[in-house]
Structure formats: structure tokens, C-alpha cells
């Protein structure tokens, strides 16, 4: 334990040597990861758009105000027939041209709604879409926060391994020495030797794997945080940190969830699509005007001629406009039930999700208990076996205990700190599950 403590230490210097060094914690590990997600950015470019329609939707309950303008050459005026007794001809017909070659005119029209319940229960559903987008945002956020945490303290866990197969090695090491002492000396069995030697070459066989392995885990962690590959990272909180506030306890609300606060919404959109059908059975009411003017010449260059004659001629109008749907043929009817289905469809995935979020929260409790209970029983069975490893190595020296004796304790140690590892990962696993279940995880975000 020593030496690799002393290894530990010189860690930071070794890498200072090969590139800038960063050290992390849990808390920088998760919000860095948040901050730099494509799903996150993704799910903020959502959000905005989101904001945009509801911006859209409000745009129809304000005035619209349109300007145009227009001129027009009658290259060929119309025609029309008149009676001949206005120009004293009865029993006649007169052709009369009607109309100047050049008619120009501008004008504003403004209509503004005064009452449309479909429109105000339309925007009522943009705004529940945007609450449901900021949701999808607050999901991205806490899978990624689950997911970084958890390589977090699989590459702790890792790291926590080779520091115990490190000191499984400066043992044997130091054994294979007193044997090989004890074979030169004619004490000892060359086969002893030998056997010891498999079991060293073993264990630096299992060092460079967990090695290998650890320094994928950190790669990973690398390309989630978008950091450079040279970039040398340092984890500074350990695998047996506790990152539950308090031992957890039965559990049958998840309102903290984001996936049921989304779930909600989204019946929620689904209950107001259906209100937003059925008013649309209700009258609706606006109210419209327009001014502007109008101005007729008979010569182009007339526009350009101050003249009394040249006259432009103002015109205006406002009014109220009722509209009463009558029958569009069940097209509404229609539009509702497949609303309703909807609603029914979100209504039974909000209540199948909250009884599979009831059984995980059992399962995890389960886990979190079990494997801390076999986390203190194998932390103590470790010291147990390197007690008996070292009581074993001793007899084996004054000739009591043999080899097999010797390499059967070294397979018991093993195989508890294998275990402990197992339970310790699988501890903060269920810690993690829980936290998410609670609606806690994103208490690993820095604020």
C-alpha cells in the first residue's frame, strides 16, 4: 500500500511531463459535459423555436396592418351601354366610355380579431409546448449528468483496481524473492518458484488490461467533456465518495421526474388540442377598416401637375365581422376524436411510466442496501485475507505451509477485492438510479 501510494503521489508530476494537466471533479465533470452535449444544444435550439411559435400564435390576437399601392394603365378603356334618354335619344342605346387612361391609388388596411376562442386556446398550447421544450432541455441535461457520473466512478473504480493489483504485485515481488532465496540456499523447490513467477506474470498481465481499460474510460470521458486527447485529466473525488444527501427511503411520488413532467405536459397539449377543436364551433368576431386614396388622370404627366383639376380622392371604411360555423361536414368531429385518442394515449403512458418508475425505485432501494452491506463485509474481507496471506507467507518460510497453501490465499484476496470493486460500482450505480428516480441528479450540476 506504501509504494502505491507513493506512485499515486508522483502521478501529477509524471503527467505535468507530458501535457497540461486538469483536474476534475465530479460536479466539473457533469457540468462541462452538460454545457458542451449536442443533445442538450439541440434540445435548447428546440426551446427557442419553440418560444418563436408561441410568439407566431400571439401575432394572430394583434392588429395586421397592411399598406399597397397600385397603378394601373387602361390601355383600352371599357365600354358600357346606356339608355339613350339621358342625352334625349329614347328607345335607344348610347355606347359610353367609362373611366381615365391612368388610375393610380394607396391605401392602408387594418384587421384586428376581437374574439376568437380557438386562437386564445391556441396560444395556451404554445405555451405549454414551450414549458415542454425547456422540459426536453432539463431531459438532456440529466442523461448526460447520469451518464457522465456513472463513467466518472467507473474509471475511479478502475483506477481504485490497479492501485490494489499494484500492491498484489510489490507483494508477490517480494515474495518471488524470498523463494527464489530459499531455492538457492537449497531450502526451497524450484517449482515453488516457479508457480510464484506464473502467479507474478498473472498479475502484471491483469495490470496492463486494467491499465488499458482505464485509459479508455478516460478517452471517453475526453471526447464527452470535448477536452483534447493530450489533455491530461486528474479525477479528484474518489469511488466511495456518498452522493445521496441521506440513506433513501420508500418512495411512491416521481413528480420530480422530468420524463413524468414531460408526460404531463404532453397530456396536458393533448387535453388543449382537444378544447382547441371543439371551439372551434364558436363564433368569432373582428373587426376590419381601410383608408386611403385614389387618383385619376387622364395623362401621364397630370401626376406631375399641381393643377385644382388633379384632385386626389380620399376613401375610408371600418366594420365588424361575425363569423358562425355552420357544418364542415363532421370535419371537426373528426379532428376531436383523434384529439381524445391522444389524450387516452398520454394518459396511459404517464400511468404505465410511473409504475415502472415505482418498480425501478424498489430494485435500486434493493441494490443501494445490498451492495453496501457487501461493500463493509468485503472491505473487511480483504483485511481478513491479507492477514491471512501474511500469517500464510510466514509459515511458508519457516517451512509449515506450502506453496499451494501460499497461492490459494493469494486467490482469496483476489477474489475479495474483485467483489468489493463489483459492490462499489454497483453502489454508486444504485445511487445515481435513485438520484434520477428522486429527480435529484440534477443537484450534480454546478450552479
Known sequence: MKTAGLMLLCIPKLFAQQGEVTTLSLKDCVSRAVEMNVNVSQAELAREKSAYKTAETFANLLPQVDANGMFQDNTKLPVTML????????????????????????????????????????????????????????????EISKEVAKLYFLIQTSAKQKELIQDNIARTEQMTGIVKTLVNNGLGRQVDHDRIMVSLQNLQTQWDNTDALYQQQVNMMKYMLEMPSETVIV?????????????????????????????????????????????????????????????????FGDYFNDSPANKWYASSYFGFRVSVPVFDGFRKRSQYRQAKTDYEKASLTLDNTKERFSANYKTAMNNYFNNRTTVERQQSNINLAERVYRETSLKYREGIATMSDLLQDEMGLNNAQANYLNSLYKLKEAELEIMSLNGEIKNLIKN
Do not use: C
Open 83 to 142: 339608355p339613350g334618354e339621358i342625352i334625349g335619344l329614347p328607345g335607344t342605346t348610347v355606347p359610353v366610355t367609362m373611366g381615365q387612361k391612368y388610375n393610380t391609388s394607396a391605401n392602408v388596411s387594418a384587421n384586428v380579431v376581437l374574439y376568437n376562442q380557438t386562437v386564445l386556446t391556441a396560444l395556451k398550447l404554445s405555451k405549454k409546448g414551450e414549458y415542454a421544450a425547456t422540459l426536453g432541455v432539463e431531459k438532456a441535461g440529466e
Open 235 to 299: 479525477l479528484t473525488d474518489s469511488v466511495g465518495m456518498p452522493i445521496l444527501t441521506a440513506s433513501p427511503v420508500a418512495n411512491n411520488d416521481f413528480s420530480n421526474h422530468v420524463d413524468i413532467q414531460l408526460l404531463e405536459a404532453q397530456k396536458d397539449i393533448a387535453f388543449l388540442n382537444q378544447k382547441m377543436v371543439n371551439h372551434g364551433y364558436y363564433p368569432s368576431l373582428a373587426a376590419f377598416g381601410q383608408y386611403g386614396y385614389q387618383g385619376l388622370r387622364k395623362n
